[in-house]
């Protein structure tokens, strides 16, 4: 536990040593706001809710965490420093777990630069903060989930843009499972189970149910299990290059 | 005195191609080992495995006793590691970075300060503790590289061409730190300055094609020259053909040969047979036959001639 906050703090240090953060950052908070005032048109709806907002969130992530995973892995094997770090005594898990929980804190920091929103609809009305609370819970567990995913892409490769394509593929297909678009490219071969659990696998399925205010316990499971699943993948894929 | 690094047998196959190829030799404490080898013969990749890294695809290593595979977190505990080219992250401060490499090697607080202040005198550092890595030369940057494997006093020191990029006063700097730190630890070094080897080296290895071609101290590599230790002798013009022919019959002599030097003389390089010692032999000679000559000298012969000897020419190895 002490590594993976060691590995951590240096890895969120190298996050704003850049400008990269901040103009990450900026651009979320941007979009957020853009997609909601005005594709979401706001005001126009006469609600005190934030579902518009939420809504735009895995469309966001999917553009934007691959952006900020892409580098986990790929950076390290490319300037090197992964023989640094993997040869320091601390375990495939901990290096794994250490440079995710970075990359999730700060996707967390973008998230929370977002609440002068939150703060703009208590003003303007009386909306459900039970709900909202819900909704940014279930916004950072998606983000973890996409993040992960992201992880394992670029322990994959040494070059980010294909760490950032092939993340951005695996969230889209995670994200759209839940849709025909999807699904009846299985239905014609695949097993009715497997078409299930693609369709249960839906990110946007799961979003959409917790920004309703409707967060269940499987939910959280859910995401949990995405994370745990595609970061064990991580570990394999890492080590499997230490084997190679 | 104890083994520190042992290992026996240890192969590295990447698909098809075998890079290391069942390497086994034992290290001890107060040795220093170098890694001699053509570029691509498998010295990286067996110190990758050593430091863990790589897995090996058969044999093991140990290091204290430790298998590297069992318990690797213990083993990289006990080994300061430089990688090739020594990749620290480049957007950290020298502090921040060796602060980093501090806590993971479980120092903190004031102890991780006090050593990195000890490790950074040492290395001399201090003039750039606070830039960032990126903006240092290939001196600094070797250097902190050097700084963060010693930073927790590791028993045993990988180290993977520490001088190379180097300009003679750090080479100089990086051999006297090897040598002061030599006799409490067990230390490898990659190298393909041969020079090096006689400097810092208590024994050498020679790998070609990933096999181990020879093992001894830079004496014993040298003897397998037919050159060891020949006399030389360089000789006037006029007494060329009396001298060829009476150091010939010198006992102990097998082998006579003539070359022209570049500034004219002629200089007779005079083997001796295994074992013989023949300067009071040639000495002789050279007083009663009135042979006039302007040098005489024993030549140990270079470990480049024993390199290129054992690792076939490098041609076909480069």
């Given at each position: 536990?002490?590594?993976?906050?060691?590995?951590?703090?240096r890895?969120?240090?190298?996050?704003?040593?850049?400008?990269?953060a901040f103009?990450?950052?900026?651009?979320?908070v941007?979009?957020?706001?853009?997609?909601?005032?005005?594709?979401?048109?706001?005001?126009?709806?006469?609600?005190?809710?934030?579902?518009?907002?939420?809504s735009?969130?895995?469309?966001?992530?999917?553009?934007l965490?691959?952006?900020?995973?892409?580098r986990?892995?790929?950076?390290?094997?490319?300037?090197?420093?992964?023989?640094?770090?993997?040869?320091?005594?601390?375990?495939?898990?901990?290096?794994?777990?250490?440079?995710?929980?970075?990359?999730?804190?700060?996707?967390?920091?973008?998230l929370?630069?977002?609440?002068?929103?939150w703060?703009?609809?208590?003003?303007?009305g009386?909306?459900?903060?039970?709900?909202?609370?819900?909704?940014y819970?279930?916004?950072?567990?998606?983000?973890?989930?996409?993040?992960?995913i992201?992880?394992c892409m670029?322990?994959?490769t040494r070059?980010?843009?294909?760490?950032f394509?092939?993340?951005a593929?695996?969230?889209?297909?995670?994200?759209?499972?839940?849709l025909?678009?999807?699904l009846?490219f299985?239905r014609g071969?695949?097993?009715?189970?497997?078409v299930?659990?693609?369709?249960?696998s839906?990110?946007?399925?799961?979003?959409e149910?917790v920004?309703?205010?409707?967060?269940e316990?499987?939910?959280?499971?859910?995401f949990?299990?995405?994370m745990?699943?595609?970061?064990f993948?991580?570990?394999?894929?890492?080590?499997?290059?230490?084997?190679? | 005195?104890?083994?520190?690094?042992?290992?026996?047998?240890?192969s590295?196959?990447f698909?098809?191609?075998v890079?290391v190829?069942?390497?086994?030799?034992k290290?001890r404490?107060?040795?220093?080992?170098?890694?001699?080898g053509?570029?691509?013969?498998?010295k990286?990749?067996?110190?990758?495995?050593?430091a863990?890294?790589?897995t090996?695809?058969s044999?093991t290593?140990?290091?204290?006793?430790?298998?590297?595979?069992a318990e690797?977190?213990?083993?990289?505990?006990?080994?300061?590691?430089?990688?090739?080219g020594?990749?620290?992250?480049?957007?950290?401060?020298v502090?921040?970075?060796l602060?980093?490499?501090?806590?993971?090697?479980g120092?903190s607080g004031?102890p991780?300060?006090?050593?990195i202040?000890?490790?950074?005198?040492?290395?001399?550092?201090?003039?750039v503790?606070d830039?960032?890595i990126?903006?240092?030369?290939?001196?600094?940057?070797?250097?902190?590289?050097?700084?963060?494997?010693?930073?927790?006093?590791p028993?045993v020191?990988?180290?993977?061409?520490?001088?190379?990029?180097?300009d003679?006063?750090q080479?100089?700097?990086?051999?006297?730190l090897?040598e002061?730190?030599?006799?409490e630890?067990?230390?490898?070094?990659?190298?393909?300055?041969?020079e090096?080897?006689?400097?810092v080296?208590?024994?050498?290895?020679?790998?070609?094609n990933?096999?181990?071609?020879a093992?001894?101290?830079?004496?014993d590599?040298?003897?397998?020259?037919?050159?060891?230790?020949?006399?030389?002798?360089?000789?006037?013009p006029?007494?060329?053909?009396?001298?060829?022919?009476?150091l010939?019959?010198?006992?102990?002599?097998?082998?006579?040969t003539?070359?022209?030097?570049?500034?004219?003389?002629?200089?007779?390089?005079?083997?001796?047979?295994?074992?013989?010692?023949i300067?009071?032999g040639?000495n002789?000679?050279?007083?009663?036959?009135?042979?006039?000559y302007?040098?005489?000298?024993?030549?140990r012969g270079?470990l480049?001639?024993?390199?290129?000897k054992?690792?076939?020419?490098?041609?076909?190895?480069?």
């Amino acid at each position: 536990m002490r590594n993976i906050w060691i590995i951590a703090k240096r890895e969120l240090h190298g996050y704003f040593t850049t400008p990269m953060a901040f103009i990450f950052i900026a651009i979320f908070v941007a979009l957020t706001g853009a997609f909601t005032f005005y594709i979401g048109r706001f005001f126009d709806r006469g609600q005190a809710s934030l579902e518009t907002f939420f809504s735009f969130h895995p469309w966001l992530y999917l553009l934007l965490v691959p952006a900020v995973a892409m580098r986990l892995w790929s950076e390290e094997r490319k300037s090197g420093t992964i023989e640094q770090l993997l040869t320091l005594p601390i375990t495939t898990a901990d290096a794994v777990l250490g440079k995710f929980a970075a990359a999730w804190l700060f996707c967390g920091i973008a998230l929370v630069s977002t609440v002068p929103i939150w703060i703009t609809v208590s003003y303007l009305g009386d909306p459900d903060h039970g709900v909202i609370t819900l909704s940014y819970v279930g916004s950072f567990l998606m983000a973890g989930a996409f993040l992960s995913i992201g992880s394992c892409m670029s322990a994959l490769t040494r070059n980010q843009i294909i760490a950032f394509i092939a993340s951005a593929a695996v969230c889209f297909v995670f994200t759209m499972s839940g849709l025909d678009l999807v699904l009846n490219f299985f239905r014609g071969w695949a097993p009715t189970f497997l078409v299930d659990v693609i369709a249960a696998s839906s990110f946007l399925v799961r979003f959409e149910s917790v920004t309703r205010g409707v967060m269940e316990f499987r939910d959280i499971v859910f995401f949990v299990s995405m994370m745990a699943f595609w970061l064990f993948a991580t570990s394999v894929a890492v080590d499997a290059k230490k084997a190679a | 005195m104890e083994t520190m690094v042992e290992l026996d047998n240890l192969s590295k196959h990447f698909g098809p191609f075998v890079a290391v190829d069942g390497i086994s030799l034992k290290v001890r404490k107060g040795e220093v080992l170098g890694f001699l080898g053509p570029n691509g013969a498998g010295k990286s990749t067996t110190m990758r495995m050593v430091a863990g890294f790589l897995t090996a695809t058969s044999g093991t290593a140990k290091v204290c006793g430790h298998d590297v595979e069992a318990e690797p977190v213990l083993v990289k505990s006990l080994i300061g590691y430089m990688a090739e080219g020594s990749p620290s992250y480049e957007d950290m401060t020298v502090r921040a970075f060796l602060k980093f490499i501090a806590e993971v090697r479980g120092l903190s607080g004031r102890p991780a300060a006090v050593r990195i202040e000890e490790v950074v005198s040492k290395i001399k550092l201090e003039a750039v503790i606070d830039r960032s890595i990126e903006v240092l030369s290939k001196g600094y940057k070797r250097r902190v590289g050097m700084a963060q494997a010693i930073l927790h006093d590791p028993p045993v020191l990988i180290l993977d061409e520490p001088t190379d990029g180097l300009d003679p006063n750090q080479k100089h700097h990086v051999r006297t730190l090897i040598e002061e730190m030599a006799s409490e630890k067990a230390i490898i070094v990659s190298t393909h300055i041969l020079e090096e080897v006689e400097a810092v080296c208590t024994r050498a290895v020679v790998i070609g094609n990933g096999k181990l071609l020879a093992d001894g101290t830079s004496e014993d590599l040298l003897s397998i020259l037919p050159e060891h230790d020949a006399i030389h002798v360089v000789v006037k013009p006029v007494t060329v053909d009396l001298a060829v022919s009476k150091l010939q019959t010198v006992p102990g002599v097998s082998r006579v040969t003539l070359t022209q030097r570049a500034d004219g003389a002629s200089q007779i390089a005079c083997m001796p047979r295994e074992g013989a010692e023949i300067i009071d032999g040639i000495n002789s000679v050279l007083r009663d036959d009135g042979i006039s000559y302007s040098e005489v000298y024993k030549h140990r012969g270079d470990l480049d001639a024993v390199f290129r000897k054992i690792t076939g020419g490098g041609s076909n190895n480069a």
